[in-house]
C-alpha cells in the first residue's frame, strides 16, 4: 500500500522509526521501492553523484524533474519527494509556488525546501496550495558558500537556538517532516522530542525519527572519502569493478558469448565449425554440440 505524508506522522505519534533514501533513476527506485522503503528523495545531491557536479547549485529544475519522473515509474508504493534546487525558490514565492507544482506533475507527492527564515513563509504558502512540504534544516548544502564549506551545524548555543526555533516554525507552518542534516546529536534529539512531526537525520545522530542516506554512500558506490556520518552496506564499487574486469577478460579471451549466450539456428553447422570460422575459440564439446541441435535456444 502506498505510503502517505499521514503514515509518516502516525509513526512519530506511535515510535515507529523509519528510513529513508536518495534515488535519482527507475531501476534503482524500482528495487529500493521492493525492498520497502517507505520514503525516497529524488534529492539535488543528483548533481554530484548523477551529473558529477562538485556541489548541489549548479542543479536545474529541468534536471530534477528528469530525475523525478525515472523515479515515479519504477515506484509503486514508496512516498517520492521532489528536492527543489538551488534558485528554484529563492526568487519568489511565486517561483517557488510554479516549481513545486511541476514536482507534483512529475510525479512527485512532496517537495523538499532547504532552510529557515523567509523560507518558512514559503513553506506556509505551498502548504496552503496543497503541496506537502519537507523541511531541511542544519547543513543545508545550497548555502555551503556561506557557511564556507560542508561544515557541522548548530555547534555554539546560539546557532542550536536558532535551529530549534526555526524547526518549530516550519511545523507550525505546516512542514510534514523535517530534514536534520550535519548537527550534533544532542540537537537531533532536543529537535526531536520538541516536534510532533518526524525528524529525518543525516549526520545528526541516532536520535531522530528517521535516518536518510545517499543511496551511492550507503552502497559503497561512492569515491574514497566519504562524511563520517556514512555507513557503507556494501561494496558495489568494488563489485562492480570486479564484474567488468571479468567481463573485459573473457570478451579479450573469446570466451564470450559462448553457447550458453548465442543464438544458433538448427541448421547452423557444428559449434566447432561456427567457431573456427568466426575465428572465436567457441568451445566445440559435446554439450554444445547437444545445445545446438538437441536445446532450442530462442
Ligand atoms: O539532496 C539530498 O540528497 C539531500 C539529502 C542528503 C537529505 O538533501
Known sequence: MSVTIKDLQAYKREGRRF???TAYD???ARILDEAGIPVLLVGDSLGMTMLGYADTLPVTMEEMLHHTRAVRRGVQN????GDMPFMSYHASAKDAIRNAGHFLQAGANAVKLEGGGRVIELARRLVEMGVPVMAHLGLTPQSVNQFGGFKVQGRSDEAAKRIQKDALALQEAGAFSLVL???PADLGVAVTK???IPTIGI???VGTDAQVLVIQD???LSGEK???FVKRFADLRGEMARAVREFITEVEAGTFPDIEHSYIKASSPAPGELAASAGTRLPATADAERAVYGGSPS
Open 19 to 21: 528510513a529513508m533514501l
Open 203 to 205: 549526520g545528526a545522530g
Open 218 to 220: 550507503m552502497l559503497g
Open 194 to 196: 520538541s516536534l510532533a
Open 78 to 81: 514508496a512516498l517520492v519527494v
Open 181 to 183: 542534516e550535519g548537527v
Open 26 to 28: 527507475f531501476t534503482t
Open 226 to 228: 566519504v562524511p563520517k
